[in-house]
């Protein structure tokens, strides 16, 4: 028998969901669920439709993300409302205050719960992302509802 958290017998199971860009299966999942959470792969300003940045403005960039991320805990059984932790990687320091607020308007409009009650969140910036074009990559991870 499973249980709620995806457990078989003592034995823990993982659930893996797909990521296609443009039509085209990616080599990575686009979230896994195991445990009673749901772990998205990272997410950036890569549109799904074509799999390329969708603008040069982070603050676009954290839209187009946040909605991926909206997208992928929904499929999971899951939403933005579970999220518990965000890492957030931006290129440029100098785009933080944007970033910060394109995220947090995307969460009074998308899930008002998260606007005054955020997830634990670190913010790290790195030398580049895996796309030159890239300004911003959001890794959440959220619990599955009771």
Same mark, same amino acid.
């Given at each position: 028998?499973?249980?709620?958290?995806?457990?078989?017998?003592?034995?823990?199971? =993982?659930?893996?969901?797909?990521?296609?860009?443009?039509? =085209?299966k990616q080599k990575f999942a686009?979230?896994?669920?195991?445990?009673?959470?749901?772990?998205?792969?990272?997410?950036?300003?890569?549109?799904?439709?074509?799999?390329?940045?969708?603008?040069?403005?982070?603050?676009?960039?954290?839209?187009?993300?946040?909605?991926?991320?909206?997208?992928?805990?929904?499929?999971?059984?899951?939403?933005?409302?579970?999220?518990? =932790?965000?890492?957030?990687?931006?290129r440029n320091m100098s785009d933080y205050?944007?970033?910060?607020?394109?995220?947090?308007?995307?969460? =009074?409009?998308?899930?008002?719960?998260?606007?005054?009650?955020?997830?634990?969140?670190?913010?790290?910036?790195?030398?580049?992302?895996?796309?030159?074009?890239?300004?911003?990559?959001?890794?959440?991870?959220?619990?599955?509802?009771?």
């Amino acid at each position: 028998m499973i249980g709620s958290q995806g457990n078989f017998a003592g034995v823990l199971m =993982k659930k893996v969901y797909p990521l296609f860009y443009g039509g =085209k299966k990616q080599k990575f999942a686009r979230s896994v669920v195991s445990g009673g959470f749901v772990f998205p792969s990272g997410s950036s300003g890569r549109t799904l439709e074509t799999g390329e940045v969708s603008s040069s403005d982070v603050a676009e960039q954290t839209k187009v993300a946040l909605e991926k991320i909206r997208l992928a805990l929904e499929e999971a059984g899951s939403g933005l409302e579970h999220i518990v =932790k965000m890492t957030i990687y931006l290129r440029n320091m100098s785009d933080y205050q944007a970033m910060r607020d394109a995220e947090f308007q995307y969460y =009074k409009d998308h899930c008002p719960s998260l606007a005054e009650e955020p997830p634990a969140s670190t913010v790290v910036q790195v030398v580049s992302l895996s796309k030159p074009t890239m300004l911003v990559e959001f890794d959440a991870i959220a619990a599955l509802p009771d």
